[in-house]
Nanobody
């Protein structure tokens, strides 16, 4: 099992940047693929980015490609989401998730979830 805690959310103006962190409790963090998802009010939870266990394979949603960067530090049991050039439509609660196996886009494939962190981008 792994417990996930996100941090780093907040209020930022359009064009600004934030870095989200997701700290994992557990001894086998490096065996998990990690994903970031987001959910805006009244909308479904959408895929943002994922990273495989080693950090060597990354994938992004088209809406964030070129603006967001996912990374991980297995020595710190942490995955990051660096967000730049933020837009009001990026406003959402951001969740990290973990699964054993390959990194995938489907949120139903992830076994463990954090509680989420709010990101609000003002225009």
């Amino acid at each position: 099992q792994v417990q996930l805690v996100e941090s780093g959310g907040g209020l930022v103006q359009a064009g600004g940047s934030l870095r989200l962190s997701c700290a994992a409790a557990g001894r086998t963090f490096s065996s998990y693929a990690m994903g970031w998802f987001r959910q805006a009010p009244g909308k479904e939870r959408d895929f943002v980015a994922h990273i495989n266990w080693s950090g060597g394979s990354l994938y992004y949603a088209d809406s964030v490609k070129g603006r967001f960067t996912i990374s991980r530090d297995n020595t710190k049991n942490t995955v990051y989401l660096q967000m730049t050039s933020l837009k009001p439509e990026d406003t959402a609660v951001y969740f990290c998730a973990a699964r054993v196996g390959s990194a995938v886009r489907s949120n139903s494939a992830y076994d463990y979830w954090g509680q989420g962190t709010q990101v609000t981008v003002s225009s």
